[in-house]
């Protein structure tokens, strides 16, 4: 990336955020899947059933969800519980990953001479 030119260099940070936010929000839209979080029956024969997001409702909640976790934006109705371990390592895991992308996208840039 270091040699390309200025608009690759961006394209490729954006689409590794993109990529990153889409892998993530399947993850979480199969946390809630497998938790059975989206299966209106079980959820009606289960009251006390504890979901594992708060407020995932599909893939497109879960999605946003992902971009929420992993800018740390603000969840608003959006959260993990404490029910569901899986659900806060999977949260661990991409607030790492977006450090990660984010601290290559700053030493990439601060070596690039324009």
């Not at 971009?67 to 608003?76: F, K, M, P, S």
């Not at 959260?79 to 290559?104: D, E, K, L, W, Y």
């Given at each position: ?20 936010w ?20 079980y959820l ?14 599909d893939?497109?909640?879960?999605f ?22 899986f ?15 984010s ?10 001479v324009?």
């Amino acid at each position: 990336m270091i040699g390309a030119t200025w608009h690759w260099t961006i394209l490729g940070f954006a689409a590794s955020f993109f990529f990153s936010w889409l892998l993530f929000g399947v993850v979480w839209f199969l946390v809630a899947v497998v938790h059975r979080d989206l299966d209106p029956e079980y959820l009606a024969a289960h009251p006390d059933h504890v979901v594992c997001v708060d407020n995932i409702e599909d893939f497109t909640t879960a999605f946003l969800f992902s971009v929420e976790t992993q800018h740390t934006i603000g969840y608003g109705g959006r959260a993990t519980s404490n029910q569901c371990a899986f659900a806060i390592i999977v949260m661990c895991v991409q607030s790492i990953v977006g450090v990660i992308i984010s601290v290559r996208r700053h030493l990439i840039s601060n070596s690039l001479v324009y």
